[in-house]
C-alpha cells in the first residue's frame, strides 16, 4: 500500500511568524498550571474531533512522552465507554467536546462539571487550552499540514 501525498498549501510559520508566535504564547498560557496528561487528551481529543493529523500525530507523541499510555490513547475517541479516565479527566474531554461542537452548546451541566473539577482559574485555562487546540487544528487543516513535517 502507498502512502498518498497531500500537498501542504502553505507554511504558516513561515509565512505568518507573529501570528505563529502569539499562538505559542497563548498555548503556553493555556498549558500553565494544567496536568500535562490531561492538556494531551484534551488536545489529541478536540484533534480527532476536527480531523487534524497532524495535531493527532503531534499530541500523541506529547502524550506519550508525559507517560500516557497506549491503552488509554487508542480507548480516547471512546472516552465515555472506558472505564480507564479519572472524573478530572471525563469533565476535561466532555467540556472539550462541547466546545469544539459548539454548535451544539456547551450544557449547563458539562460547564458545572468542568468548574467543580479544575475551579475558575483551571477552567479559564482549560477553556484557553481547547479553543486554542481549536485553532491549531484549523490552521493545520486548512493548510493542509501532515504528520511528518516540521
Request: contains cysteine; glycine residues 6%.
Amino acid at each position: 500500500m502507498t502512502a498518498v501525498q497531500i500537498p501542504e498549501r502553505m507554511n504558516f510559520p513561515q509565512v505568518a511568524p507573529k501570528v505563529f508566535k502569539a499562538m505559542l504564547a497563548l498555548d503556553a498560557a493555556a498549558r500553565e498550571g494544567l496536568d500535562p496528561v490531561v492538556v494531551e487528551l484534551v488536545q489529541i481529543r478536540a484533534s480527532q474531533l476536527n480531523g487534524c493529523a497532524y495535531c493527532i500525530d503531534y499530541h500523541v507523541g506529547d502524550a506519550r512522552r508525559a507517560g500516557e499510555t497506549e491503552e488509554r490513547i487508542y480507548q480516547l475517541s471512546a472516552w465515555r465507554e472506558a472505564s480507564l479516565y479519572s472524573a478530572e479527566e471525563r469533565a476535561a474531554l466532555a467540556l472539550t467536546e462541547a466546545v469544539t461542537l459548539l454548535p451544539q452548546g456547551v450544557s449547563d451541566e458539562v460547564y458545572a462539571d468542568a468548574e467543580a473539577q479544575f475551579g475558575p482559574e483551571g477552567l479559564a485555562r482549560l477553556i484557553a487550552l481547547i479553543f486554542t487546540v481549536n485553532a491549531w487544528n484549523r490552521m493545520n487543516v486548512t493548510t493542509r499540514r501532515t504528520p511528518g513535517t516540521v
